[in-house]
């Protein structure tokens, strides 16, 4: 190619002037195609073909002559702001030069940010560029919380948003910020549909001569901006992450008057975060997006040791020991927290594990205790005494008074929590039945819930989406309901071994069921139970160890360290 100058190119234009631009119409035409290009691609233009043609051959190019123009543009470096970028894109993807296209997508790949990340991934959508799409749905997995701040997710197409949403590596603060972003992108669509809309009433005014006034409500119930697409990126969503605050405001939403489907699963959100504190169930819409954030754990006090399983690599850690805890008896989650209770003497001590230490919280006369947490209360199901004591831990640790058992009411043995019951396990005189109680909480009153057939020693209770279930010691695993009358039934699904267990706990996260217990087998094995969880792990422990209990700790450089230094695996 014959180096016209050495003049840089972006300094010809105030040389050359735009005279000849002008009259040429900025219009310059490749392979009998016409392009339209700004005053500085048409002034390095000119300043290439320099004397070699005639001011109407420089109207018409041929790819060849075009392309030698770009790979000098390339060599010296110039032209390269982004608009430059994106008009020499357009003309190398309509003239169907591929090297050309490739390189133009890597240098505007490498050009994303906030403020190219729209007017890129829009070109790059409308070429279908899987290279560019990719890097800028890279670009916003990792800056998601300013790419909804710039208003940029109002014009992602619907598939894009929905791989961002359901990603498990999106990398935001709060859940918020999805939901928000969701509405965002349902707005826009909703704008843009109802612009269609007024244009086909306009058309229908200026055919018919109605006014806009008396089109039939047929024709507007038929306008349905937002339909059941936002209902699925919601549901997509960790929407059961969100705050309160957040999903009551959106339920609120215009869009939700309109789309029934979308606030059912607000509801569904709120409806999760009201009972957080006590349901022990993480469904997938709660939970969280990456261990790079949080670990999920099973937990497991013995002696005065705590030890953790991190579920998501089936290991055992034990977390940091506190010098004031003797024998810890119970372990208990209250809104996502763990809490110890410790015998020491005549009377427990209770701990809550924050910030990877041990804090003291109360203490209670006493050693011998059923522990459950639910709503606002942990409540201590004092086996000696039969009495109930209310312990609310947050703020200013409290108890709230003593609860009575009701004189019918002998030998406590296990208790789980149902919806806003309390409900107490009780020994009979044989093995084969047990008589279930009721607290209704929090208006305090007692029922007689009915009776379950066998033991209610070691009895644990776990949920899933449909329900709670109580797994005995036997292997007897049903499923409870509740009657119109308020009682309780218990309708036996299997049994899942033939022996008999101390159970310390089940739970399931991830459609996977967790047992812990003292097994006769430590290799029993169980398979999957359908309509309850996909598989089943079992895991075996010493006689004395406490309740086995699910909770989370966010991820820091503490908690790392001391999960993974403290001591070795179990």
Known sequence: MENISGTPIVSCVGTLGF??????????????KSFHFNHSIMAGLLHFLGGKHNIEQKKHLSAETFMKFLIMLEEKHDLNSLENMLELWDAVYVLQIPLLVQHYERVLGCSINDHTLEVIYTRACLYGSSFILTKALNYMLECFESVYTEGVTRIITYEDLMFLVEHDELCIEKEDTVLLANFQWAENRDMQNERCFLEEMDVSFSETGKTRLEVSCEEEKQFKPSGS??????????????????????????????????????????????????????????????????????????????????????????????????RINNLTVFNDQLYAVCSSGTESLIFCYKNSEWKFIADIPGTDFIVVSYGEFIYFIDIDNESIKCLKPEGFPVFHGEIKMPSTMHNPESAADLEENVLVFCSTETDEMSEVYSLQVPDIEWTRSGTLQGSAKYLVSFRNKNGQYILQRDGSLSQVLRSQDKGTAFTLLERLWSFDIILRGAFIF???????????????????IPG???????????????????????????NVVQANNENEDE
């Open 532 to 558: 309850v969880c996909w598989n089943v792990e079992f895991w075996h422990q010493v006689n004395h160890c406490s309740s086995f209990v699910h909770f989370f700790l966010p991820r820091s450089r503490k």
């Open 229 to 326: 697409k936002l209902s699925k990126l919601l549901r997509a969503s960790r929407f059961g992450l969100a705050s309160l605050k957040c999903l009551e405001e959106l339920s609120n939403h215009h869009l939700c008057e309109i789309d029934p489907e979308a606030k059912h699963v607000l509801s569904e959100g709120i409806a999760f975060k009201l009972a957080r504190k006590s349901h022990g169930y993480w469904p997938s819409y709660a939970t969280h997006r990456s261990e790079n954030t949080v670990r999920h754990l099973g937990a497991l006090a013995n002696g005065d040791k705590v030890s953790v399983l991190i579920l998501s690599k089936n290991i055992w850690k034990k977390l940091p020991r506190c010098p004031l805890l003797s």
């Open 510 to 528: 991830q459609d996977i069921l967790y047992i812990a217990g003292n097994s006769p087998s430590k290799t029993l094995s169980v398979c999957g």
């Open 19 to 32: 005279n000849g631009i002008e009259h040429l119409q900025r219009e310059v035409i490749i392979e009998k």
